[in-house]
C-alpha cells in the first residue's frame, strides 16, 4: 500500500470516522474562496501537468488489476472515505486532532520502498515535502512544505508522538533543523503529515504545516540488528572521489505488564561530499589551477577548491518508557542523547610555481578546516488520560539542552598549505530550551455526541548561548584567550487556545477555534568588532482564529474548506545570533516584527478503487513576512545573510495527489503529487537596491514555481518490492529581487530532477535485505551547497 492521501480520520471518534477533523476561520479575513479558485484557474500553465496526472489515473482506473481469479470482493468495490483508514495512532490516549488535510506513510512501507538512513527519510516521497539533507548523518536537514521552502526551519512544526523535537531557537540551516535523532527509525509506525494553520491546537509555526512520527511498542519483545552501507561517487570541479557511510543499529523494545519500554542505539562514520567551495573575484598571485566560474549573481567567482569535506562519527541514544498507571491513565518518559565528533578538511586546486598545492593566501580556505564536539541531551514526560468518557487530558514537558557544542578552526592561512596556529572557538555552551502544554477534552453529549470541545495552555522558553572566542593554538581548543564575538538571548511565549468540532449533520462537520498568544523577547546582547551592545526587550501577543466546514458529500467524495490566521513570532536566533557558513556570514536583526498569515484552503476528496484523490486550492497571504536572504553589501569582503521584514507576499497555488494500488497488474502500487505555487511579493518598501532592481512583483525567496513527485512500487510476492521513484523541483530564488539567475554554480538555488531506486528483499520473518541507488540519473545540483551525487546504499537487518 502506498502512502495515504485523507482528512485526520485515524484520530477521529468512531461516530463517523471523522468527527476529530477541526478546521480554524479567520474572523477578519476578507478574501473568498470564489475569488480565490477564480484566480487558479485564469493561468492556463496549470492544466498539462494536471492533466497528465489526472489522465494517469483515470488510465490506471481503466485497467485491469491482474487475474481476475485473484481479485477479492473488496478489490472491486469503490472506497468509501469514511472507510478509508490513515493510520490508526498505537498510542493509548488522546491528541489534539487535526482538522485539515493529512497524507501519511506506514513504517513498512518506508522500509520496503526508501533508502532511507536516517530517521528523516522516511518522510522523504510524501506530497509537496522536501527535507534539506546535504549527506549522510547532515546535522542540518530542514523541511520544506509547499508554501515555504528551505531556510524556514521555524515555519513548520514536528513531534514524536505528542512531544515537540522543532528547534524553534532559529530560522534558518544552522541549528534550525528538528532533532531528529530523538528516535530511531525502527521505532517508527507511521508518518503523518497535516498541511496547514488550520488547528488552534499548534502555535503558529505550524503555517507551514505540521509533523507527527507516531512510535510505537511491541506487546512482545522484539530486538532488531541493522546494518547499512553508502558509497557516493562524486565529481565535480577538481574533486573526484567515493564517500562511504557506515552505520550499525540496535534496538531493543517490547512490554511487562504495565510497563513498555524501547531503546535505540546508533552509531554511524560518515564521509561527506564537499560541502562548500573556496571561489574568489581573481586569480591568487603565483598560482595555477584556479578554475572560471560565476556565482549566483553571474559575478566572477573563481574556484580555488573545495571545503568542508566532512567526517563525522556520531551516536544517538534514545529511549521511551511507557507506565499505565491506571487502566485510563498513561505515563511516558522519552529520552534522546546525541554525540558528534567531526573533522573538515579542503581539497585545493591551486598549485605553486614548483607544482606543490598550495591555498595560494586565500583566507576561505582557513574557515573550512575545522573540528567539531557536540553532545545534547532531550528529555520529555508527558502524562494522559483515555477514559472514553466525558473528560479526558494531557499533559507534556520537555527539554532539549545542548550539553556541548564546539567548533574550532584556524585564524587564516600562510604559506603553502599552512595555516595559523591561532584560532577560534564557536560555541553553543548553554543554549537551550523548555516547553510545556496541558490540554483538557470535554464531550457535552458524552463519548460519541456530536460536539468535542478541547482547551490548551502553552508556555515555552527559548534561550541561545553563542559566543565565539579567539584561541592561542587552534588546535587546542582549551586554548581560549578573548571573546571575538557573541549572540545570546531569550524568548518565550505563553498561549491559550480552544477549539470546538461539531457534528451539525451526518454530512456536515464544522469546526471553530482560537489561540491567544503572548511573547516576549529579552536579555538579547550582541558584540562584535570590540563593540558590545545590549539590545532592547521586545514584547508582542496575538489572537489566531480558526475555521472548518466539512461537507461529505456522498460515501466516495468530501470537500472540505478552511481558513486560518497565524501567527510567527521572531525566533531568538533571528534576533541575536552571529552565524558563519563558510564564507558567508550572517548578522543578527533585534527589532524584526511578528509575521502574520491568513492561509485558506478549498480541498476536494475522491475516493477510488484501492485509491485516492485530492485536489487542494490554497492561498496564504503574509503579512511582515522574516524573510532570509544572502547578499553582498558595500565594504564588507564577504557575502551576508540577514532577515528582514517583507511587507506582503502571497503563495496561492494548486496541489493533486493521487494514490492508487494494483494499477494493470496485481501488485503494482503508483503515487504522487503535483504541486503549483505562485509565491508573490506585494509589497516590500523596505527593500533597498544599490543597482536599482525592485523585489516588488518578484517571486518569494526558497519556494519553488514547481514541485513534484512520482512513487512506483511493484510487489511481485509477498517477499519482494521494487521501487522507482523520482522527485522533481523548480528552480528557487534567495535573493528578493531574484538577480541570482545563474545556475549550477556555488550558491545557486537549482532546478533538480532525481530518481531513485530500491530493491527490498524479505528472506524470512527474521532476515532482510534491500539495496538501492539515490540519484541513479547522477543529477548535478545546487541547493547553496553541492548536493549528493549517485549514491549506492545497502542494508541487512536481523529481527529477533
Same mark, same amino acid.
Given at each position: 500500500?502506498?502512502?495515504?492521501?485523507?482528512?485526520?480520520?485515524?484520530?477521529?471518534?468512531?461516530?463517523?470516522?471523522?468527527?476529530?477533523?477541526?478546521?480554524?476561520?479567520?474572523?477578519?479575513?476578507?478574501?473568498?474562496?470564489?475569488?480565490?479558485?477564480?484566480?487558479?484557474?485564469?493561468?492556463?500553465?496549470?492544466?498539462?501537468?494536471?492533466?497528465?496526472?489526472?489522465?494517469?489515473?483515470?488510465?490506471?482506473?481503466?485497467?485491469?488489476?491482474?487475474?481476475?481469479?485473484?481479485?477479492?470482493?473488496?478489490?472491486?468495490?469503490?472506497?468509501?472515505?469514511?472507510?478509508?483508514?490513515?493510520?490508526?495512532?498505537?498510542?493509548?490516549?488522546?491528541?489534539?486532532?487535526?482538522?485539515?488535510?493529512?497524507?501519511?506513510?506506514?513504517?513498512?512501507?518506508?522500509?520496503?520502498?526508501?533508502?532511507?538512513?536516517?530517521?528523516?527519510?522516511?518522510?522523504?516521497?510524501?506530497?509537496?515535502?522536501?527535507?534539506?539533507?546535504?549527506?549522510?548523518?547532515?546535522?542540518?536537514?530542514?523541511?520544506?512544505?509547499?508554501?515555504?521552502?528551505?531556510?524556514?526551519?521555524?515555519?513548520?512544526?514536528?513531534?514524536?508522538?505528542?512531544?515537540?523535537?522543532?528547534?524553534?531557537?532559529?530560522?534558518?540551516?544552522?541549528?534550525?533543523?528538528?532533532?531528529?535523532?530523538?528516535?530511531?527509525?525502527?521505532?517508527?509506525?507511521?508518518?503523518?503529515?497535516?498541511?496547514?494553520?488550520?488547528?488552534?491546537?499548534?502555535?503558529?509555526?505550524?503555517?507551514?504545516?505540521?509533523?507527527?512520527?507516531?512510535?510505537?511498542?511491541?506487546?512482545?519483545?522484539?530486538?532488531?540488528?541493522?546494518?547499512?552501507?553508502?558509497?557516493?561517487?562524486?565529481?565535480?570541479?577538481?574533486?573526484?572521489?567515493?564517500?562511504?557511510?557506515?552505520?550499525?543499529?540496535?534496538?531493543?523494545?517490547?512490554?511487562?505488564?504495565?510497563?513498555?519500554?524501547?531503546?535505540?542505539?546508533?552509531?554511524?562514520?560518515?564521509?561527506?561530499?564537499?560541502?562548500?567551495?573556496?571561489?574568489?573575484?581573481?586569480?591568487?598571485?603565483?598560482?595555477?589551477?584556479?578554475?572560471?566560474?560565476?556565482?549566483?549573481?553571474?559575478?566572477?567567482?573563481?574556484?580555488?577548491?573545495?571545503?568542508?569535506?566532512?567526517?563525522?562519527?556520531?551516536?544517538?541514544?534514545?529511549?521511551?518508557?511507557?507506565? #499505565?498507571? $491506571?487502566?485510563? %491513565? =498513561?505515563?511516558?518518559?522519552?529520552? !534522546?542523547?546525541?554525540?558528534?565528533?567531526?573533522?573538515? *578538511?579542503? @581539497?585545493?586546486?591551486?598549485?605553486?610555481?614548483?607544482?606543490?598545492?598550495?591555498?595560494?593566501?586565500?583566507?576561505?580556505?582557513?574557515?573550512?578546516?575545522?573540528?567539531?564536539?557536540?553532545?545534547?541531551?532531550?528529555?520529555?514526560?508527558?502524562?494522559?488520560?483515555?477514559?472514553?468518557?466525558?473528560?479526558?487530558?494531557?499533559?507534556?514537558?520537555?527539554?532539549?539542552?545542548?550539553?556541548?557544542?564546539?567548533?574550532?578552526?584556524?585564524?587564516?592561512?600562510?604559506?603553502?598549505?599552512?595555516?595559523?596556529?591561532?584560532?577560534?572557538?564557536?560555541?553553543?555552551?548553554?543554549?537551550?530550551?523548555?516547553?510545556? #502544554?496541558? $490540554?483538557?477534552? %470535554? =464531550?457535552?453529549?458524552?463519548?460519541? !455526541?456530536?460536539?468535542?470541545?478541547?482547551?490548551?495552555? *502553552?508556555? @515555552?522558553?527559548?534561550?541561545?548561548?553563542?559566543?565565539?572566542?579567539?584561541?592561542?593554538?587552534?588546535?587546542?581548543?582549551?586554548?581560549?584567550?578573548?571573546?571575538?564575538?557573541?549572540?545570546?538571548?531569550?524568548?518565550?511565549?505563553?498561549?491559550?487556545?480552544?477549539?470546538?468540532?461539531?457534528?451539525?449533520?451526518?454530512?456536515?462537520?464544522?469546526?471553530?477555534?482560537?489561540?491567544?498568544?503572548?511573547?516576549?523577547?529579552?536579555?538579547?546582547?550582541?558584540?562584535?568588532?570590540?563593540?558590545?551592545?545590549?539590545?532592547?526587550?521586545?514584547?508582542?501577543?496575538?489572537?489566531?482564529?480558526?475555521?472548518?466546514?466539512?461537507?461529505?458529500?456522498?460515501?466516495?467524495?468530501?470537500?472540505?474548506?478552511?481558513?486560518?490566521?497565524?501567527?510567527?513570532?521572531?525566533?531568538?536566533?533571528?534576533?541575536?545570533?552571529?552565524?558563519?557558513?563558510?564564507?558567508?556570514?550572517?548578522?543578527?536583526?533585534?527589532?524584526?516584527?511578528?509575521?502574520?498569515?491568513?492561509?485558506?484552503?478549498?480541498?476536494?476528496?475522491?475516493?477510488?478503487?484501492?485509491?485516492?484523490?485530492?485536489?487542494?486550492?490554497?492561498?496564504?497571504?503574509?503579512?511582515?513576512?522574516?524573510?532570509?536572504?544572502?547578499?553582498?553589501?558595500?565594504?564588507?569582503?564577504?557575502?551576508?545573510?540577514?532577515?528582514?521584514?517583507?511587507?506582503?507576499?502571497?503563495?496561492?497555488?494548486?496541489?493533486?495527489?493521487?494514490?492508487?494500488?494494483?494499477?494493470?497488474?496485481?501488485?503494482?502500487?503508483?503515487?504522487?503529487?503535483?504541486?503549483?505555487?505562485?509565491?508573490?511579493?506585494?509589497?516590500?518598501?523596505?527593500?533597498?537596491?544599490?543597482?536599482?532592481?525592485?523585489?516588488?512583483?518578484?517571486?518569494?525567496?526558497?519556494?519553488?514555481?514547481?514541485?513534484?513527485?512520482?512513487?512506483?512500487?511493484?510487489?511481485?510476492?509477498?517477499?519482494?518490492?521494487?521501487?522507482?521513484?523520482?522527485?522533481?523541483?523548480?528552480?528557487?530564488?534567495?535573493?528578493?529581487?531574484?538577480?541570482?539567475?545563474?545556475?549550477?554554480?556555488?550558491?545557486?538555488?537549482?532546478?533538480?530532477?532525481?530518481?531513485?531506486?530500491?530493491?527490498?528483499?524479505?528472506?524470512?520473518?527474521?532476515?532482510?535485505?534491500?539495496?538501492?541507488?539515490?540519484?541513479?540519473?547522477?543529477?548535478?545540483?545546487?541547493?547553496?551547497?553541492?548536493?549528493?551525487?549517485?549514491?549506492?546504499?545497502?542494508?541487512?537487518?536481523?529481527?529477533?
Amino acid at each position: 500500500m502506498g502512502w495515504s492521501v485523507a482528512r485526520a480520520c485515524a484520530d477521529a471518534h468512531p461516530r463517523d470516522g471523522c468527527s476529530g477533523l477541526r478546521r480554524a476561520r479567520d474572523g477578519a479575513a476578507t478574501y473568498g474562496f470564489m475569488d480565490m479558485c477564480s484566480s487558479f484557474f485564469r493561468g492556463a500553465a496549470l492544466g498539462l501537468p494536471l492533466t497528465l496526472l489526472a489522465s494517469s489515473i483515470a488510465l490506471a482506473q481503466g485497467g485491469s488489476d491482474g487475474d481476475p481469479q485473484q481479485t477479492t470482493a473488496t478489490d472491486k468495490r469503490i472506497t468509501s472515505l469514511d472507510a478509508v483508514k490513515v493510520i490508526a495512532a498505537t498510542q493509548q490516549g488522546v491528541a489534539p486532532r487535526f482538522p485539515g488535510t493529512l497524507a501519511s506513510v506506514p513504517a513498512e512501507q518506508v522500509e520496503a520502498t526508501v533508502n532511507a538512513v536516517d530517521v528523516e527519510d522516511a518522510a522523504k516521497y510524501l506530497p509537496s515535502i522536501f527535507i534539506r539533507k546535504r549527506n549522510y548523518g547532515d546535522t542540518q536537514p530542514v523541511l520544506a512544505t509547499r508554501t515555504w521552502g528551505v531556510n524556514s526551519s521555524a515555519r513548520t512544526l514536528v513531534y514524536i508522538d505528542d512531544i515537540p523535537i522543532s528547534a524553534l531557537i532559529a530560522n534558518n540551516n544552522t541549528i534550525g533543523a528538528p532533532r531528529w535523532g530523538m528516535t530511531s527509525p525502527e521505532a517508527i509506525d507511521h508518518i503523518d503529515m497535516l498541511y496547514g494553520p488550520f488547528s488552534a491546537a499548534y502555535a503558529g509555526n505550524s503555517m507551514g504545516g505540521v509533523m507527527r512520527i507516531v512510535t510505537r511498542i511491541p506487546d512482545k519483545t522484539e530486538v532488531t540488528i541493522k546494518q547499512t552501507e553508502a558509497v557516493q561517487s562524486f565529481d565535480l570541479y577538481g574533486t573526484h572521489g567515493n564517500y562511504s557511510t557506515s552505520q550499525t543499529s540496535l534496538t531493543a523494545s517490547g512490554r511487562s505488564g504495565s510497563l513498555g519500554w524501547f531503546f535505540g542505539a546508533n552509531a554511524a562514520n560518515s564521509f561527506s561530499q564537499p560541502l562548500s567551495m573556496i571561489t574568489g573575484s581573481t586569480t591568487p598571485t603565483g598560482t595555477a589551477g584556479t578554475i572560471p566560474a560565476l556565482n549566483k549573481l553571474g559575478q566572477v567567482a573563481n574556484v580555488y577548491g573545495a571545503g568542508g569535506l566532512l567526517h563525522t562519527r556520531m551516536l544517538d541514544l534514545n529511549g521511551k518508557l511507557v507506565y #499505565d498507571i $491506571t487502566p485510563t %491513565w =498513561r505515563a511516558t518518559y522519552m529520552v !534522546g542523547y546525541w554525540s558528534n565528533h567531526g573533522q573538515s *578538511h579542503t @581539497d585545493t586546486y591551486l598549485t605553486d610555481a614548483s607544482g606543490n598545492p598550495t591555498y595560494g593566501k586565500v583566507s576561505g580556505f582557513a574557515s573550512n578546516v575545522y573540528q567539531l564536539s557536540a553532545h545534547h541531551l532531550m528529555q520529555a514526560l508527558s502524562v494522559k488520560s483515555d477514559t472514553k468518557g466525558d473528560y479526558d487530558a494531557s499533559f507534556v514537558v520537555s527539554h532539549y539542552d545542548f550539553i556541548k557544542d564546539h567548533q574550532w578552526s584556524p585564524a587564516g592561512v600562510t604559506s603553502g598549505t599552512e595555516v595559523t596556529t591561532n584560532g577560534r572557538l564557536a560555541s553553543y555552551d548553554g543554549t537551550q530550551w523548555s516547553t510545556a #502544554d496541558a $490540554t483538557l477534552f %470535554w =464531550r457535552p453529549q458524552g463519548y460519541g !455526541g456530536a460536539h468535542e470541545v478541547s482547551f490548551g495552555a *502553552h508556555a @515555552d522558553q527559548y534561550e541561545l548561548a553563542n559566543p565565539t572566542r579567539n584561541l592561542a593554538s587552534w588546535q587546542d581548543p582549551s586554548t581560549v584567550t578573548t571573546l571575538y564575538a557573541a549572540g545570546s538571548g531569550k524568548t518565550q511565549t505563553q498561549a491559550l487556545w480552544v477549539q470546538d468540532a461539531w457534528q451539525l449533520t451526518p454530512a456536515w462537520l464544522l469546526t471553530l477555534g482560537g489561540r491567544y498568544e503572548w511573547w516576549k523577547a529579552s536579555d538579547g546582547f550582541n558584540f562584535s568588532g570590540n563593540k558590545a551592545v545590549q539590545q532592547p526587550r521586545e514584547t508582542a501577543d496575538a489572537f489566531s482564529p480558526k475555521a472548518t466546514l466539512q461537507w461529505s458529500v456522498a460515501p466516495d467524495w468530501r470537500l472540505t474548506g478552511s481558513l486560518g490566521r497565524a501567527v510567527r513570532f521572531p525566533t531568538v536566533g533571528e534576533l541575536y545570533q552571529l552565524v558563519a557558513t563558510g564564507s558567508t556570514y550572517s548578522v543578527p536583526n533585534p527589532d524584526l516584527k511578528p509575521e502574520t498569515v491568513r492561509s485558506g484552503e478549498l480541498a476536494v476528496e475522491h475516493a477510488l478503487d484501492q485509491g485516492l484523490l485530492r485536489l487542494s486550492l490554497f492561498q496564504e497571504n503574509t503579512k511582515q513576512a522574516l524573510i532570509s536572504q544572502t547578499s553582498t553589501l558595500p565594504n564588507v569582503a564577504v557575502p551576508v545573510t540577514y532577515v528582514m521584514n517583507v511587507g506582503e507576499l502571497r503563495n496561492r497555488g494548486v496541489e493533486l495527489v493521487a494514490q492508487k494500488d494494483n494499477v494493470l497488474v496485481q501488485g503494482l502500487e503508483l503515487s504522487g503529487s503535483v504541486t503549483f505555487v505562485d509565491s508573490t511579493i506585494l509589497s516590500n518598501d523596505s527593500f533597498v537596491s544599490a543597482a536599482g532592481t525592485t523585489s516588488e512583483g518578484k517571486h518569494a525567496p526558497y519556494v519553488p514555481r514547481w514541485r513534484a513527485t512520482a512513487v512506483a512500487t511493484y510487489r511481485p510476492n509477498a517477499s519482494w518490492a521494487f521501487t522507482l521513484a523520482g522527485r522533481y523541483s523548480g528552480k528557487q530564488y534567495s535573493t528578493l529581487d531574484n538577480t541570482d539567475n545563474t545556475p549550477h554554480v556555488f550558491g545557486a538555488f537549482d532546478s533538480f530532477r532525481v530518481f531513485d531506486v530500491r530493491a527490498h528483499y524479505q528472506i524470512n520473518d527474521h532476515l532482510a535485505a534491500s539495496f538501492g541507488i539515490d540519484n541513479i540519473n547522477n543529477e548535478k545540483y545546487y541547493l547553496y551547497h553541492p548536493f549528493p551525487q549517485r549514491t549506492y546504499v545497502a542494508d541487512l537487518k536481523l529481527s529477533l
